[in-house]
């Protein structure tokens, strides 16, 4: 039973089931505004209705204008209990009306404060951190995917692809050879040239071969060789995959059923574990072929005593300290030009920068563990 316990020409207030509820009527026009506005000051002269109501019954109302519509909603904020009470029994009519105009209009959307200058270099620096940690978490978790997957491969040698894989030594190994070993030849000869100048000052020149043999087995041959690798074969891998993904084709593969990884990472990666170790070890005797040519030029030591003196000096250990390191270097590579060449989307420019992020990440990661490996390898006596 419904009890009026508030009356106006405007609006009345009834009890229904012990809850207090409101019902609009007349019409709430521009000529009626004023009136409605005293009637609004008298019921809440605080500003607020102690008693919330969760509706408010617009079923008596006869003519509405745009002034009314605005008095409805802040009648309906006077006596809601968070923003405004909801609007019920609202003619057809006038629905079209209120929902234009509400007292609770969505926050405008501001400019945020500069930063200070001081403390721009501070978020730049921690942005691109938590950017590098991202990729760097992205990239773990790609290369974990595809080592399944080539775990998968070697339980079940059907999946494996020899044709794709030769086709990639070829490119990958076989035609890198001329560049590898014009590099390790001149780095060799460098080597030589120059730490025989410094050493000669302290009459201890055959040393020289000493620092060439180290140097070269342990670090120089596998670091420049990956580089070289990371920088030739790397961004080949991502710009050959990232054009596949924007013609589609990665897409068509899925399509019929065929897994990108198999198909596209996985005789990549075997290639490269393949081939990188032995392009080491031919870097390693081409830069030590060409520290001999230079010490017998310069230092007319000749290729068969620096030969005996290499035996007698340098262990097999720091040819196997630069090997160890080639599969591991090998996976980095692999892993990040095909993780960049999947990632490729929208145009040709996002496969340029796709390109040289794989180039410079796989460097960096190169550089890296092989600077961890070196601490390892010093830590167990190696």
Not at 83 to 98: F, I, M, R, S, Y
Not at 128 to 140: C, E, M, N
Not at 322 to 332: N, R, T, V
């Amino acid at each position: 039973m419904a009890t009026a316990i508030t009356d106006s020409d405007f609006v009345t207030f009834e009890e229904v089931g012990g809850q207090r509820q409101a019902t609009l009527r007349g019409d709430w026009t521009i000529e009626n505004a004023h009136d409605i506005d005293v009637m609004m000051r008298k019921l809440f002269p605080a500003g607020k209705s102690p008693e919330n109501m969760p509706s408010l019954n617009c079923g008596g109302i006869g003519r509405l204008d745009t002034t009314g519509a605005v008095m409805v909603r802040r009648f309906a904020a006077r006596v809601g209990e968070h923003c405004e009470a909801e609007l019920t029994g609202v003619p057809d009519v006038h629905k079209p009306l209120l929902d234009v105009i509400t007292a609770c209009p969505p926050p405008a959307a501001t400019t945020p404060d500069p930063i200070p200058w001081y403390v721009v270099p501070l978020v730049g620096t921690g942005e691109a951190v938590w950017l590098a940690l991202r990729s760097f978490a992205r990239l773990l978790s790609f290369l974990g995917l595809v080592l399944v997957r080539f775990g998968g491969s070697v339980t079940d040698p059907s999946r494996i692809r020899l044709i794709p894989i030769i086709h990639q030594m070829d490119v990958t190994g076989l035609r890198a050879m001329g560049i590898v070993g014009l590099i390790s030849f001149l780095i060799g000869a460098v080597m030589v040239n120059q730490g025989a100048i410094q050493l000669a000052k302290f009459g201890a020149d055959i040393f020289v071969i000493d620092m060439l043999g180290i140097s070269h087995l342990r670090e120089l041959g596998i670091l420049l060789t990956a580089i070289i690798i990371a920088g030739r074969s790397g961004s080949a891998f991502t710009a050959q995959i990232g054009s596949m993904v924007l013609n589609e084709e990665v897409d068509a593969m899925k399509t019929l059923g065929m897994d990108p990884i198999d198909v596209l990472v996985l005789p990549r990666l075997i290639a490269m574990l393949v081939c990188l170790p032995l392009l080491a070890f031919y870097s390693d005797v081409v830069g030590i072929a060409g520290g001999m040519m230079m010490a017998w030029l310069q230092l007319d030591i000749s290729p068969g005593n620096f030969i005996v003196y290499f035996r007698e000096e340098i262990s097999i250990e720091h040819f196997w300290v630069g090997i160890i390191k080639a599969p591991f270097f090998a996976a980095i590579i692999a892993a990040c030009g095909c993780y960049q060449g999947l990632r490729v989307a929208g145009s040709a420019d996002a496969l340029g920068s796709r390109t040289t992020k794989s180039v410079v990440q796989a460097i960096f990661l190169v550089i890296a563990f092989d600077a961890l490996f070196a601490i390892f390898f010093t830590s167990i006596g190696l």
